[in-house]
Structure formats: C-alpha cells, structure tokens
C-alpha cells in the first residue's frame, strides 16, 4: 500500500534514537486514539471512528505518496522503534515554497523534560526534510497559548512568534490566544 513519499530523498530520517519516516499504515488507528484524545489542542471538532480513519487514508493519503507535490506529507515519529507520535508538512504551497508544521504525540507516561526532547528532535528531523529534501523556504505553525511548553520548544528550535490573534478559539470554557511561529530555511 505505501512505500513513501516519492518526493522525499530518503526513506527516514535519524537524531539519535529518534527516526522519522513516510506514515505507516499500522500506525493510524494509534494516531486516531491520539486525536481524538487530544482534540483540545487540534482543528477537529469530533471524534474519528476506525472506519473514518481507514477511509480518510485511502481517499487522501496513500494515493497521494506518489505524487511530485502532494498537498502534505505525514510521518510516524519513532524513538528506540517505537511509535510515539506523528505529524508532517500541510498545506504545502510548492510555489511559494512553505509548509504548515503537525505534530502529535503519544502523551501516555510523559513528561515534560520527555516532551522538550521528543519535540525538539521531531522539529530537527523535520527541518532535514522540508528544507533540505523538499527545499521548501518556510514552515509555519498554529497553536494555542495554553500551551507555553510547546511554544518554548518551538522557539528553542528556531521559530519566531509572528503573530497573536487574540480570544481566537473557545478552548475547555474560555477563550484562548491563537499564536503564529515562522521558520525561514537558513541555507
């Protein structure tokens, strides 16, 4: 069913015991379960079935692997072998050059010195790809103020908050910030 992505130079990508590789089909019931228990911090506004998740694959993402410029490229995010998250580049424009980051983890048993590090190597890896593989020029992310230990990672890994609408988003009973980070390729 899947090979990967055409378009990537390499079947994965390695930070130490961190791997970086094309979405498995084995691992997209383990990234429902994680959306659907993490919808407070994701654009999705109910809860994903097996069979939603099954097809929502079919239709958009393995046909879409051999394509020059697919619309986003998802990855399994593996530490030691194992799945532990996932994410990618979406909303790709290949005119302009520029990419919104995913990212999700598997919060089970985590913490946040745990966090710090898994997010940080998955942004290292992705970087590798977008910028050196896909030469795309920018990546940009989307996240609530809720959460300051994501964003300090992200701004750790380089990106810089570009904008802030306010009371964007009507989060767990309040409403919360919407903050824009951007990454320019360095090279």
């Known amino acids: 069913m899947s090979s990967g992505y055409r ?3 390499r079947r994965e990508y390695v930070y130490g015991d961190y791997k970086l590789l094309s979405v498995r089909p084995e691992d997209i019931q383990s ?4 959306r659907n228990a ?4 994701l654009r999705q506004s109910g809860e994903i079935t ?7 694959y079919a239709r958009e993402i393995w046909p879409t692997m051999q394509e020059a410029r697919p619309r986003q490229v998802l990855f399994s995010f593996l530490h030691r072998q194992q799945l532990i998250g996932y994410g990618g580049l979406v909303y790709i424009d290949w ?7 995913s990212v999700l983890f598997d919060l089970s048993d985590r913490s946040e010195l745990q966090y710090s ?5 998955y942004l290292v890896l ?3 790809a977008a910028f050196n593989d896909l030469e795309l020029h920018r990546l940009w992310t989307e996240c609530y103020d809720i959460r300051p230990l994501h964003i300090s990672v992200l701004e750790g890994q380089g990106f810089v908050l570009e904008g802030r609408l306010l009371d964007h988003e009507w989060i767990e ?12 390729n360095p090279l």
């Open 7 to 9: 378009c990537l130079r």
């Open 31 to 34: 990234i429902r379960l994680w």
């Open 38 to 41: 993490q919808m407070n911090v």
């Open 50 to 56: 097996p069979e939603a998740q099954e097809q929502y």
């Open 95 to 101: 005119v302009a050059k520029k990419a919104e980051v």
């Open 117 to 121: 590090e898994q997010l940080s190597a």
């Open 126 to 128: 992705l970087k590798k």
């Open 173 to 184: 009973g309040a409403y919360v910030d919407t903050l824009f980070h951007g990454c320019i």
